[in-house]
């Protein structure tokens, strides 16, 4: 998917108003961007189809069209937290990644969601943020239907341990 990076006015005003935000519950649970792995308290977890980063997820927040974590009360922030904890937990878990970035941005879709991007020794961008350059940089890498759905239920097994 090539990225623009402008935002208008009028597009910002229509990402915070909600109308049409691709985030919106209820979402599909397989489409060209993501196949869901589990829905959690406050959110739900998508494998991404883009595997440019070996086993990218997106966590995604279900309840109403919160901009960002500050949006949310107290107690349904740490309910998030916890969810972006556990998910965290078993994302490195199950790939057996060094680490995890993890990433809320919101400045295309201002839907509270975090990227979660399991790091590797000698993945392309070992050593340094994922988005120093232009992600279009990195070879696209998608796998099978049937190889993403073993990614998916290996990070729900180990999030049923969390
Ligand atoms: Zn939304």
């Keep these: 998917m090539a990225h623009s990076y402008r935002m208008t006015l009028d597009g910002w005003a229509q990402a915070l108003s909600g109308d049409d935000c691709p985030f919106c519950a209820p979402r599909a649970d397989d489409n060209d961007f993501w196949l869901k792995v589990e829905t959690l308290p406050s959110s739900t977890l998508y494998l991404s189809r883009d595997q440019r ?3 990218r997820c997106l966590l995604i927040h279900d309840r109403g069209h919160p901009i960002g974590i500050e949006s949310l009360s107290p107690r349904d922030a740490a309910s998030a937290f916890e969810d972006l904890h556990r998910c965290s937990k078993a994302l490195r878990h199950a790939l057996r990644s060094e680490l995890v970035n993890v990433a809320s941005l919101g400045n295309q879709i201002a839907h509270l969601h975090w990227h979660l991007i399991p790091r590797f020794v000698g993945d392309s961008r070992w050593g340094a943020p994922p988005w120093t350059t232009s992600p279009d940089e990195i070879p696209q ?6 190889d993403l759905a073993s990614m998916a239920a290996l990070i729900r097994s180990e999030l049923a341990k969390t």
Excluded: E, K, N, S
């Design 141 to 146: 890498r998608r796998l099978a239907d049937a």
């Design 53 to 55: 980063f070996h086993g």
